[in-house]
């Protein structure tokens, strides 16, 4: 239980650099904890104590595999998310880039037409 | 000079080979050990992007240009469609149609190898084309460094 | 191995602690580079392979082009008006959200041992059906290619959107006029009689 606490400080760390930081680099670096985290939850929900990964060897009884080995479903959920969020980190990094060719700055606060 | 200096050159010399040969190994046994196209073509582009940092943007975009980096990344995604869409030969859509053998074997399982060679391509020549428009293309829109820098 | 879980998860949090307060900008690129290390260890003890090494190049990759792209452009911190405000409210939502996410975490099952209702069904038929000795690669690839046709197509959207922010110059040159012109024609394109309408139709036509 303690460790899923962890987990959603860090999540919680990611969350407070994207809203309190005014810097454009230190918000994608927010987003991008913020995404460790949720991966690593989901892995941890499907780990089981003591297993060993779902990768059948040859050599192995079948009904042991399966015994012992962790969920490998939630590993495929994450597979893609990993590489989603890279690409969705580099559309990221093109907008603020586009923001720096305007303003000349990453500070948000100097960003005027972006103010409500 | 274009690049870095002369160790880095030399040492990149060695090793991209070593690179390209691990991500492509990666992508084919992806279905035995772990690893995937993914992972393997993420690999690839490392290699390239290596490259690009070691001998300069000349080097790397001679080798492949983003012209054709985008076409290969379309093409592995309509591989990709391709191949799901031949599952109508069997009755549904991405079914397996190439028949498997002996479970650890390369030729093992169906289609699963050559979906993970279209990803692969994709996602090689995708990040590949993304890292040069973001650090050298950005470079030229924003006219802050001159375009003989690197 | 539980230790080493403890261990590994409070280093991300120190990490991302560095990343997010460090006033230098490239050392907060760094930390949060070092935070996508250790979790990659995490996972490669959790039992995941395939997460740790597509997590590793990943990390990489976000690394180089952070640092490539934005940092080598700009470094200056910001140091001037911290809004107190909005660093007090998010801390008492967050100290909020903790809370309440600690009493949603009872209703979970513990850790280390998951309801695998699916996941077992998987493991059991996964290497018979698809000859894929990897249970996740063959999941992904086979039972839910949907899920990687999707990813796919959000790869290559994200990428094209990338392209297109980042394009210096429109296609069409700036001295080129419109062709068509839009709303009412000025005096001298309107047909002054008949003829001229026929002509311009039969040369259209």
């Known amino acids: ?116 | 000079m274009e690049g870095m200096t002369f160790i880095v050159k030399t040492t990149t010399k060695l090793l991209i080979g070593i690179i390209f040969l691990f991500g492509i190994y990666i992508t084919f046994y992806g279905h035995l050990t772990p690893g995937g196209g993914f992972a393997g073509g993420i690999m690839l582009a490392c290699g390239m992007i290596l490259m690009t940092l070691a001998f300069g943007k000349r080097m790397s975009l001679g080798k492949l240009s983003d012209f054709y980096a985008s076409l290969l990344d379309n093409l592995g995604a309509f591989t990709f469609w391709t191949i799901a869409m031949l599952g109508y030969i069997g009755g549904y859509f991405f079914m397996n149609f190439i028949e498997k053998s002996n479970p650890f074997g390369l030729l093992s399982s169906g289609t699963i190898l050559t979906i993970n060679i279209a990803i692969g391509v994709k996602v090689f020549a995708s990040v590949f084309a993304v890292f040069m428009a973001l650090t050298i293309f950005g470079r030229f829109v924003s006219g802050l460094i001159s375009e003989d820098e690197d | 191995m539980l230790f080493l879980f403890y261990t590994l998860l409070i280093f991300c949090i120190i990490g991302s602690i560095i990343a997010i307060e460090a006033r230098n900008i490239l050392a907060s690129v760094i930390s949060a580079g070092v935070v996508g290390m250790a979790l990659s260890i995490l996972f490669l003890f959790l039992g995941a392979p395939d997460i740790a090494i597509t997590q590793v190049v990943v990390e990489i990759i976000v690394l180089i082009v952070l640092i490539r792209s934005t940092v080598s452009l700009d470094n200056t911190a910001i140091t001037k008006h911290r809004d107190t405000f909005a660093i007090l409210s998010s801390l008492i939502f967050f100290g909020l959200f903790l809370v309440f996410a600690f009493m949603a975490f009872q209703g979970l099952p513990t850790f280390g041992e998951p309801i695998m209702s699916v996941g077992r069904q998987y493991l059991e038929n996964s290497v018979n059906q698809t000859g894929a000795s990897n249970v996740v690669m063959g999941i992904l690839m086979d039972y839910r290619a949907y899920d990687t046709l999707g990813e796919a197509t959000v790869i290559f959207t994200a990428i094209l959107g990338a392209f297109v922010v980042l394009r210096a110059k429109g296609k069409k040159k700036k001295e080129e006029s419109d062709k068509i012109r839009v709303g009412i024609p000025e005096k001298e394109d309107l047909p002054m009689s008949l003829d001229q309408i026929e002509t311009s139709s039969d040369s259209t036509s």
């Open chain 1, 1 to 116: 239980m303690l460790i899923y606490f962890l987990n959603s400080i860090l999540f919680v760390m990611g969350l407070y650099c994207l809203i309190a930081k005014k810097h454009l680099v230190k918000k994608i670096i927010g987003m991008v904890i913020m995404e460790y985290a949720i991966n690593l939850f989901i892995i941890l929900l499907g780990y089981k104590k003591g297993g060993i990964p779902p990768i059948l060897l040859p050599g192995m009884e079948k009904s042991q595999f399966v015994q012992q080995s962790v969920d490998p479903l939630p590993q495929v959920l994450v597979l893609t998310s990993i590489v989603i969020g890279l690409s969705v980190m580099a559309l990221m990094v093109a907008i603020s880039l586009r923001l720096y060719e305007k303003y000349k700055t990453f500070d948000m606060s100097e960003i005027r037409r972006l103010h409500g």
